[in-house]
């Protein structure tokens, strides 16, 4: 027995996944503004970052390929460098977990890196499952352009608005 979204028509599936694709940018978003109020230095790094989210969330509505690309790249190399690298992703769940047992708040922007990560995971999926859904001949090229659109993007407004 297969899930009704698997059986349901084209249509249906599409907008679920364009709903999908709303929350997850909302989610990052959210994530962003209150790291933002909790560290002004972050307030226009993270503004310039909520626009590719907005986009993204406007554009997939309107099954863009190159914001389904945006959105899985932004999303995956964002998730990446949290988990990997910086492994704020990790502190951040550490740092839930001291609040539920202390009610103590240190750092509430390490706190939002997991609510942003979570996004970040709905988001990936949503924009496969668009993705999935179009039979655009170019659609790879479109998805890859977008790819490396909000990469670069992303380049520069780190290199401009990144705390120092």
């Not at 909520?50 to 945006?70: P, Q």
């Not at 990446?80 to 750092?107: P, Y």
Request: hydrophobic letters at 60%.
């Amino acid at each position: 027995m297969s899930p009704r979204f698997l059986n349901s028509d084209p249509a249906t599936r599409s907008a679920s996944a364009q709903a999908w694709v709303t929350i997850g940018g909302a989610l990052f978003v959210v994530a962003l503004g209150v790291s933002a109020l909790a560290v002004p230095q972050l307030r226009l790094l993270h503004l310039l970052q909520a626009f590719i989210y907005v986009a993204v969330v406007i554009l997939a509505r309107r099954n863009n390929l190159f914001a389904l690309g945006a959105g899985f790249t932004i999303a995956v190399v964002w998730n990446c460098l949290e988990i990997f690298l910086a492994h704020l992703m990790q502190a951040g769940v550490v740092m839930f977990g001291s609040f539920l047992r202390t009610g103590h708040v240190d750092h509430l922007e390490t706190m939002m890196v997991p609510l942003g990560g979570i996004g970040h995971f709905v988001l990936i999926i949503a924009c496969l499952a668009l993705f999935n859904q179009t039979t655009d001949n170019k659609k790879w090229w479109k998805f890859l352009a977008g790819s490396v659109l909000v990469l670069g993007y992303f380049a520069v407004i780190v290199a401009i608005a990144r705390p120092r």
